[in-house]
């Protein structure tokens, strides 16, 4: 019993202080659209943004805290995410006749819609699985 008790105590040592790892997340940039255009984070991941427009191209967030800085065809830029971050982002020279940025990009620091379907597909199952009386 000792020894069970000794095993459980250090794998739960282990798993509590096993830090999470950052994310890499990856951003196409084409030249209408990001690709995907929102993207899920959380402090410490990091942002690689690849050219794919086949021109050199930067992108800026709106209030140009953050910017890949110019990036040649087929080269990437990463960066850092950091808490408090700007999180929308545009192509520059994508602005539209009023000046408006037209290829646009979202950094959410909520989760993922997916991951939130996960849960609330399974509570379903579960619920359609109890008979009806």
Same mark, same amino acid.
């Given at each position: 019993?000792?020894?069970?008790?000794?095993?459980?105590?250090?794998?739960?040592?282990?798993?509590?202080?096993?830090?999470?790892?950052?994310?890499?997340?990856?951003?196409?940039?084409?030249?209408?659209?990001?690709?995907?255009?929102?993207?899920?984070?959380?402090?410490?991941?990091?942002?690689?943004?690849?050219?794919?427009?086949?021109?050199?191209?930067?992108?800026? /967030?709106? $209030? @140009?805290?953050?910017?890949?800085?110019?990036? !040649?065809?087929?080269?990437?830029?990463?960066? =850092?995410?950091?808490? *408090?971050?700007?999180?929308?982002?545009?192509?520059?020279? /994508?602005? $539209? @006749?009023?000046?408006?940025?037209?290829?646009? !990009?979202?950094?959410?620091?909520?989760?993922? =819609?997916?991951?939130? *379907?996960?849960?609330?597909?399974?509570?379903?199952?579960?619920?359609?699985?109890?008979?009806?009386?």
């Amino acid at each position: 019993m000792l020894r069970k008790t000794t095993l459980m105590a250090g794998l739960a040592t282990l798993f509590i202080s096993t830090p999470v790892q950052a994310l890499e997340h990856e951003i196409l940039v084409l030249p209408d659209a990001y690709f995907p255009q929102t993207s899920y984070v959380t402090a410490g991941d990091t942002l690689i943004f690849f050219n794919e427009v086949g021109s050199s191209i930067t992108v800026t /967030s709106i $209030d @140009e805290q953050w910017s890949t800085g110019p990036m !040649g065809m087929d080269q990437s830029s990463i960066i =850092p995410v950091s808490d *408090g971050m700007t999180t929308d982002f545009y192509l520059e020279g /994508s602005e $539209d @006749e009023n000046g408006v940025p037209a290829v646009t !990009g979202i950094i959410s620091f909520v989760v993922a =819609p997916l991951d939130r *379907g996960t849960a609330n597909t399974e509570t379903e199952v579960e619920d359609q699985a109890q008979p009806v009386n």
